[in-house]
């Protein structure tokens, strides 16, 4: 679970770093008196969970009232998936830092990176100039030693008061990093500011979701969420993304659903949504239907090769929901596995053939989107 | 010969007594596979699937001689399950659930490291070598799938794991071990870890891997075959060539961030190291063919 800018930065002043001055407004009317309280110049900052917010105008630096009311004013009306507005205290910038944690996975250690040039896209830097990037394994059982945090500030150039400063938010990052669960938790840019202090000036922190049940307190509410029909999926645990295309997948298991998604690509089709009903969801082919049509696709391309995930089992469901929803458009259906051999029976009554070659079930989908086929 | 585990291999089963466990064991004791002792905590004494019962692993290698460690318990007890058995001394360990927190996957990972124990897991099916024995919830009834054979197959997907290996089968071979390393972010066993195993395997003719987008596992496979650790024909089939980038799509381990861990950087190291890439599911058998038939 993703979380916002601010709620990252409430877990960082409390691990133990300095955050500037903020206060966060829920509607445009209370962005008045917010600036008044952090004062002027300040940044007006958009909670929301896209990444390139500043590209995308998203963070901006206001000078008067006046400007900073406008500027809310828009961004409540029109900025989709918006949580709040953060409005922030502007900083005295001297030069940015670099510094996150992670897994790492072939060596099961967690990893502490930083980069002296902070601010721009940390990827580009580690894709062009790696070397920039300094880095320190850390056993998760030992713990983040001191002495691997002065050998790290060090290796980032810093000295003196500053090297102090960045070891003790390091120790505090790694702290946050564990108690929350991080697969992520970065500070870009840390700010070292003229006045020689080192503030974040943006924060994040993803919650690794197999460990939500440790962190009750984050609840997912809508604006987690990129569409109405991504938060209901989500509602019912089926993974479920929206895309812009013809075809409805619906599909059992994630690397399956993957590759229809490929092969759709491939036959020149596009893709309306990806949703996966494997797994414990096998069960919830209606509502996975319901989700389906719900976004008006030109065909629904069902495709599962289960196990545990039953094939009669989800063609009983299918064809419970071909009777209650009454599709308007094709359905495709592809289903192996347990079970297959009583598949037909289940389909036929509702006018469903059974198909069982993953490619023929895809190239006709995306023949019938394109209206040289019928179903 | 398979590798890891044959009909000889002495397995005790974490979490026996468990619906799951129950469930899945059976399947395991009737297809061959040698279940000689499971492990429920309060349930010494009893009896499951023909195997005796035992409080605790240690319990259990006190009265066994116990070769693997097949993990039936929820996610949130994975990690004390795999350090449970590693602490009796067990090397080889399979672990199935889907869930377990990324912290923890990170420290079984670790842990098996250290010990230089084989753990393979978690959100997986598991390992099977078909007509010998099978460790996990791998459905070896479904004929075309699970034909014993001569290629080895090492995967990060249940579901495609059918798909493809449906394709293998129907090209006309059939599978000497299959291992699913499982779809999460910090698989406790990597695919390169098993190369020389199936390298040395006088029962494996070529090596089919099934990954996906994300992380560096088929990077390290590229390796070992250009460094030629691993000398026999690998076919490679990858998943998410047109994801979109930044986007989870299924498994937490199948992400791109930054430009890393596409499908086309990987199949670019695979290829250019010597091993083929198909890129749809049925050129997998198609390219066992044709690199067998070179290789003659």
Redesign the interface.
């Known amino acids: 679970m993703k979380l916002f800018e601010y709620q990252t930065k409430e877990i960082l002043k409390n691990a133990g770093v300095r955050i500037p001055q903020s206060v966060l407004t829920e509607c445009a009317d209370d962005v008045g008196d917010a600036v008044v309280a952090v004062g002027l110049p300040c940044v007006l900052k958009c909670q929301v969970l896209s990444?390139g917010r500043g590209k995308a105008g998203l963070v901006k630096l206001v000078q008067t009232v006046d400007e900073a009311a406008a500027l809310a004013k828009r961004y409540f009306a029109e900025v989709p998936s918006l949580h709040a507005v953060l409005v922030e205290q502007a900083a005295d910038i001297e030069s940015e830092l670099y510094l996150a944690v992670t897994?790492?996975?072939?060596?099961?250690?967690?990893l502490l990176m930083g980069c002296a040039e902070g601010g721009v896209e940390?990827?580009t830097i580690?894709?062009n100039t790696p070397e920039k990037i300094v880095k320190e394994w850390i056993?998760?059982?030992k713990g983040l030693q001191p002495f691997e945090i002065s050998d790290f500030a060090f290796r980032l150039g810093l000295r003196g008061d500053l090297l102090k400063k960045v070891s003790r938010i390091c120790g505090a990052l790694y702290r946050a990093f564990?108690s929350m669960?991080a697969?992520l938790v970065e500070i870009n840019p840390l700010f070292l500011t003229k006045a020689g202090e080192a503030v974040a000036g943006d924060g994040k922190l993803s919650i690794?979701?197999?460990?939500m049940?440790?962190h009750t307190a984050y609840e997912k509410g809508r604006s987690y969420y990129q569409s109405d029909m991504e938060y209901e999926a989500a509602q019912e645990g089926i993974?479920y993304?929206e895309f812009d295309g013809d075809i409805s997948l619906m599909?059992?298991?994630?690397?399956?659903?993957?590759?229809v998604?490929?092969?759709v690509?491939?036959e020149g089709g596009t893709v309306a949504n990806?949703l996966?009903f494997?797994?414990p969801n096998y069960m919830k082919a209606g509502t996975a239907m319901r989700l389906c049509l719900a976004n008006e696709p030109k065909v629904v391309l069902i495709v599962?090769?289960?196990?545990?995930?039953r094939a009669d089992v989800m063609a009983e469901g299918i064809a419970k929901a071909v009777r209650e929803l009454k599709p308007g458009c094709p359905i495709v259906a592809c289903l192996?596995?347990?079970g297959e051999e009583r598949v037909d029976e289940i389909l036929a009554p509702v006018g469903l053939k059974r198909l069982s070659d993953?490619?023929e079930a895809v190239r006709k989908a995306v023949a019938i989107a394109d209206g040289r086929a019928q179903a | 010969m398979s590798i890891l585990i044959d009909q000889n291999t002495r397995v005790l089963v974490q979490g026996i007594t468990g619906k799951e466990g129950s469930f899945w064991t059976q399947h395991m004791v009737e297809m061959g596979t040698r279940v000689v002792a499971g492990v429920t905590p309060n349930k010494q004494g009893q009896v499951c699937c023909g195997a005796p019962v035992y409080h605790s692993v240690r319990n259990a290698v006190r009265e066994h001689a116990v070769d693997a460690a097949m993990v039936f318990v929820p996610p949130k007890f994975v990690m004390d399950a795999v350090m449970e058995s590693l602490d009796s001394g067990i090397r080889l360990i399979v672990t199935l659930a889907d869930g377990i927190p990324l912290h923890e996957q990170a420290k079984v990972r670790a842990a098996a490291l250290s010990c230089g124990a084989t753990v393979v897991g978690g959100n997986t099916s598991g390992i099977i070598a078909p007509g010998k024995a099978m460790m996990g919830s791998i459905p070896y009834w479904i004929e075309r799938v699970y034909k014993p054979g001569r290629i080895g197959i090492m995967t990060r997907s249940g579901s495609l794991t059918n798909e493809v290996t449906a394709m293998v089968v129907a090209a006309g071979f059939g599978v000497s071990t299959l291992i699913g390393v499982g779809g999460d972010p910090v698989p406790a066993a990597r695919f390169a870890e098993f190369l020389p195993a199936f390298e040395a395997d006088g029962e494996t003719d070529a090596v089919v891997i099934i990954g996906e987008l994300g992380g560096t596992m088929e990077e390290e496979v590229a390796e070992a075959v250009k460094t030629r650790r691993f000398t026999k024909p690998l076919v490679a089939f990858l998943s998410g060539r047109t994801a979109p980038a930044g986007t989870r799509m299924g498994h937490a381990g199948a992400i791109i961030t930054g430009g890393k861990g596409s499908v086309a950087d990987k199949t670019r190291v695979l290829e250019s190291a010597g091993a083929l890439v198909a890129r749809r599911p049925r050129e997998v058998g198609t390219l066992l063919n044709t690199a067998l038939a070179e290789r003659k």
């Open positions: 990444g897994i790492d996975a072939p060596s099961g250690k967690a940390i990827e580690a894709a056993d998760l059982d564990r669960d697969e690794d979701d197999n460990s049940f440790r993974p993304i599909c059992a298991g994630a690397g399956l659903a993957n590759t998604y490929d092969l690509n491939y990806y996966e494997g797994g599962t090769f289960g196990t545990i995930a192996r596995g347990t993953t490619e």
